[in-house]
């Protein structure tokens, strides 16, 4: 089980200190996702339903804006190395100036308006 | 030629009226206003009602900058929708100028009240549609020039009009308090005393925040802070409203002048979230400004390449790159950088010692220290804190002095005028009425202790 910890109060997302930490539940052993992690907020999460991918949203590049990085998970309880969400124009991740909180896994069309971006994935 | 003279006494009615009585609330719609050429912000203006409107406003309130441009803007805004609604009604057979003039002045009242440029362009199109429908009609023969009688009621409406911008109350509030923000922007302290002046700050008290900390940035707190109408410790720190606009675009301030530029940017980032476009010009020139002041010279560059997609800050970004270049060559200030470090506690002086704690100790830290002690009432630690900061010979401040002789201390250096008015005083709050005490006293801390203190 993924999880947000932060030091202390509500909505991790503002903390800069929130990072992600993974549970084994079969053992209860608790360790931080340091390959997820950065110095800046590391907080909401949303596995694939195959177990193999999460999707989280990081402040690392600004400390301001969120934005949506990815990671793939051996099974094991190992990461990859994640990387940002990419973008059709990368300088899109600079110039957004509103943030990506909660991010989820869809499956099947995400809605008319993000038929560009399925089609993307659906590669 | 006659034709002409209603359409040239409007304009210059606009530009000159704006111009003198209107050039800093403008000013101030350019700092909330946001304009930029990026897929994001178009996406944005789209998702809301009106965005043609919405999107020429944007584009127009960039140049309210520059104080000629934004009385040139409205007036010919102004202008154009008389000249397109005087055609649109030719078609219809009426040929005087007066209506077209009282809804054109009517124009010019929206768009003197308005928040945003949005309602004022709104109008403008509307008028140009209404033009564009009036040409299915047919041309009326001839175009028939204004009578006098016509003329005069034109020059009336528009002196109506022009009155109503130069003295209405709320206008003028909002153009003090423009002027003010704009002089704190520009850190020209004289000008903010000027205009915040203790009669103003009482008529507005959003003011006061902003006259004490010219106060601050002139060395004369501890000299002045009570001749203005200060009640409570908010009105010097912001603390309790720190989540309102105004509050923020105090605190971001006082935090730079601080040295505290983590916390401006923080303070700056958060007034952007009250803002119609979720940030503005002023927030980005400040994040830009601040992210150069801390070293942060990663950050500084995006906001140098977002605030390079509006039209009108090449000079400005040109500007800090070319800092940051120079600045890539030395080492960043230890001092600078320290302040990198968030201040999360809402309590002012639990910040302050924040500050003082990662070497940006300096007198306005002291005085602002200080001045908090007095708003607390905390006369104690106000003497204990007085005397590591001011020593034998040194000048003592009015209000200090005050402080002083209610604590119980009598430290050379408190004049004697101070002292026997203190005795006065003394006397006056045995026998006297809480209106002579108020008439005789109103500008100390004595008063301020007596009147507003829960201690």
């Known amino acids: 089980m993924l999880f947000t910890g932060s030091a202390y109060g509500t909505f991790p997302i503002w903390h800069r200190e929130a990072d992600l930490y993974l549970m084994d539940l079969e053992t209860g052993a608790v360790r931080a996702a340091d390959e997820l992690n950065s110095d800046e907020a590391d907080s909401y999460h949303s596995w694939s339903s195959n177990g193999c991918w999460v999707l989280y949203s990081s402040r690392r590049i600004d400390g301001r804006h969120t934005r949506l990085y990815l990671a793939r998970f051996d099974g094991e309880g190992h990461f990859s190395k994640p990387f940002l969400l990419p973008q059709k124009d990368p300088s899109h991740n600079v110039l957004r100036l509103k943030s990506y909180n909660v991010p989820e896994f869809v499956q099947g069309d995400p809605g008319r308006l993000s038929k560009e971006v399925s089609k993307h994935f659906a590669r | 030629m006659k034709r002409f003279l209603s359409p040239a006494l409007l304009f210059l009615a606009a530009f000159l009226v704006t111009l003198l009585a209107q050039k800093y609330t403008f000013f101030a719609q350019e700092q909330e206003g946001l304009f930029l050429l990026t897929p994001d912000y178009f996406a944005g203006r789209f998702s809301y009602p009106l965005p043609i409107s919405g999107i020429l406003g944007d584009f127009l309130s960039q140049f309210f900058r520059f104080s000629v441009y934004a009385p040139a803007i409205v007036a010919a805004g102004v202008t154009l929708a008389f000249l397109l609604l005087r055609g649109a ?238 600045g890539e060559a030395r080492e960043p200030d230890p001092p600078a950088v320290r302040s990198g470090m968030p201040l999360a506690s809402h309590n002012p002086l639990e910040n302050l010692f924040q500050l003082g704690s990662v070497g940006l100790y300096s007198p306005a830290i002291a005085e602002r220290t200080l001045c908090t002690l007095l708003l607390q009432g905390e006369l104690g630690a106000f003497h204990a804190l007085f005397e590591t900061v001011y020593h034998d010979g040194d000048a003592i401040p009015r209000h200090y002095q005050e402080a002083l002789l209610l604590a119980g201390q009598a430290p050379a250096g408190i004049s004697p005028a101070v002292r026997q008015r203190f005795d006065a005083f003394q006397a006056d709050m045995l026998s006297g009425t809480a209106e002579l005490l108020r008439d005789r006293y109103l500008g100390t801390y004595w008063y301020y202790y007596l009147a507003h203190s829960q201690f």
Request: hydrophobic content about 45%.
């Open chain 2, 89 to 326: 009604l030719r078609r219809l057979r009426l040929r005087w100028d007066r209506l077209p003039m009282l809804l054109a002045a009517g124009l010019w009242m929206l768009i003197a009240f308005a928040r945003t440029p949005q309602p004022g362009t709104f109008a403008v199109l509307l008028c140009a549609a209404l033009w564009l429908l009036s040409r299915l009609l047919p041309a009326p023969a001839g175009r028939p020039a204004p009578g006098a009688a016509d003329l005069a009621a034109c020059a009336l409406l528009l002196a109506a009009a022009a009155l109503v911008v130069c003295l209405h109350p709320a206008l003028r509030r909002r153009e003090v308090l423009a002027h003010t923000r704009y002089a704190v922007a520009l850190g020209d302290w004289d000008r903010v005393l000027a205009l915040a002046t203790p009669a103003q700050c009482d008529r507005d008290e959003t003011l006061i925040p902003l006259a004490l900390l010219a106060l601050q940035e002139k060395g004369q707190l501890g000299e002045r802070m009570f001749t203005y109408p200060v009640i409570q410790e908010d009105d010097f720190d912001r603390c309790d409203r720190d989540n309102e606009p105004e509050s923020l675009f105090f605190l971001g301030f006082l935090y730079e002048r601080l040295g505290g530029y983590n916390e401006a940017i923080h303070n700056f980032y958060q007034l952007s979230s009250s803002q119609d476009h979720g940030t503005s010009f002023l927030v980005l020139r400040q994040l830009l400004s601040d992210y150069y002041q801390l070293g942060n010279y990663t950050l500084a560059e995006k906001y140098c390449q977002i605030l390079s997609r509006s039209t009108l800050h090449g000079q400005y970004v040109r500007h800090f790159r070319r800092l940051m270049a120079e």
